[in-house]
Nanobody, 129 residues
């Protein structure tokens, strides 16, 4: 069974930083993708950042380029994905979800939520003065 557990959300003022973590267990595939999505009420989930096994360059939503960084660490069968969010803006306010796929999706597919089988529980990020 694959489990994703998120941590690190919170409330900050504009310009500040937060780091989200996603601990993944049970994902046994050598090829995989990890991504962060965000969602505000009554809107579809939006891909924020994606990273893939065997591919060094991650992908980002245009509005977060230069501010957000996705990374992963792996220790045996446990994967941890991070989303470092700097210079946060009020429009970054959303519930953030980590997602995992047992495929290496790449640049063309990473932002489509339907390609991800496994999801975290969500972490609220609120940016407000």
């Amino acid at each position: 069974e694959v489990n994703l557990v998120e941590s690190g959300g919170g409330s900050v003022q504009p310009g500040n930083s937060l780091r989200l973590s996603c601990s993944v267990s049970g994902l046994m595939s050598e090829r995989y993708s990890m991504a962060w999505f965000r969602q505000i009420p009554e809107m579809p989930r939006e891909g924020v950042a994606g990273i893939y096994s065997g591919v060094s360059r991650p992908n980002y939503l245009d509005s977060v380029k230069g501010r957000f960084t996705i990374s992963i660490s792996q220790d045996n069968t446990k994967i941890t994905a991070f989303l470092q969010m700097n210079n946060l803006r009020p429009e970054d306010t959303a519930t953030y979800y980590c997602a995992a796929s047992d495929k290496s999706l790449g640049e063309r597919s990473w932002s489509y939520s339907s390609f991800y089988t496994y999801w975290g529980q969500g972490a609220q990020v609120t940016v407000s003065s």
